[in-house]
């Protein structure tokens, strides 16, 4: 009873996934390994005192919807509570709901859309969002003259499967400026999950009759080497 106990608590181990992993970061300090299409890295001027390093992923992609930053991540197995968090910088004058808006900023997984906020920095006060946390509102901290916004954004991506994914950065408005005008940024971008461990082989357990003949054979070979 106590090897079959034995081995019953191993096979359940070997099956317990791992605690959260980091599957994907990237500060963008050197580059931009990961990413695809819209988007360059630029000097972050008054976001570095945010947090946001030196240099960031800036994208003043025109069209609505805009040219997407595209992550393009390969699991080699299931992940299960996938959360990505990172920082977002709206730069220059987004405007919302007044007269030159919308200006949504959006993410988009697998081609379903998972988060979309409408920004503006002329109303006086910063989006609010459960998955926003604002940094800055309402200060200029460089690129042109007008106004910026910072927030970090953590969204939860739910169960992603084995195999290819991309995650979609994007602007859309009708009245989406873009250029020197309005852009956006993301820096600190973390993506972390809990993958599956692969079982690890364990050994059929041996049944008591088979244990106790093999005991017994070797009881009596042993038997017989003494007399």
């Excluded at 393009?72 to 030159?100: E, M, Q």
């Excluded at 989006?127 to 953590?154: C, E, P, R």
């Excluded at 602007?171 to 600190?188: F, H, T, V, Y």
């Excluded at 599956?196 to 244990?211: C, F, K, R």
């Amino acid at each position: 009873m106590k090897f079959k106990a034995i081995l019953a608590i191993l096979a359940v181990a070997a099956s317990i996934p791992a605690s959260a992993d980091v599957l994907y970061s990237n500060n963008f300090e050197t580059n931009t390994n990961g990413f695809t299409g819209a988007g360059f890295l630029t000097g972050t001027q008054g976001y570095g005192a945010l947090g946001f390093g030196q240099q960031m992923l800036r994208n003043n992609a025109p069209g609505n919807p805009a040219a997407a930053s595209v992550l393009n991540l390969n699991f080699g197995g299931a992940v299960s509570d996938a959360n990505l968090s990172f920082s977002f910088g709206a730069l220059d004058s987004w405007d919302g709901n007044n007269c030159c808006g919308p200006d949504y900023f959006n993410i988009r997984v697998d081609g379903n859309l998972l988060f979309t906020q409408n920004f503006n920095i002329s109303n006086g006060s910063p989006a609010v969002n459960a998955h926003l946390t604002t940094l800055s509102y309402g200060n200029q901290l460089g690129f042109s003259g007008w106004a910026d916004q910072a927030y970090t954004i953590s969204l939860n991506l739910g169960n992603l499967a084995a195999g290819d994914h991309t995650i979609e950065f994007f602007a859309s408005g009708n009245l989406w400026q873009a250029g020197e005008d309005e852009s956006w940024a993301i820096d600190n971008i973390s993506l972390a999950g809990e993958q599956a461990v692969p079982p690890a082989d364990v050994p059929e357990p041996m049944s008591g009759a088979l244990l106790l003949g093999g005991l017994g054979v070797m009881a009596l070979a042993l038997r017989r080497r003494r007399a």
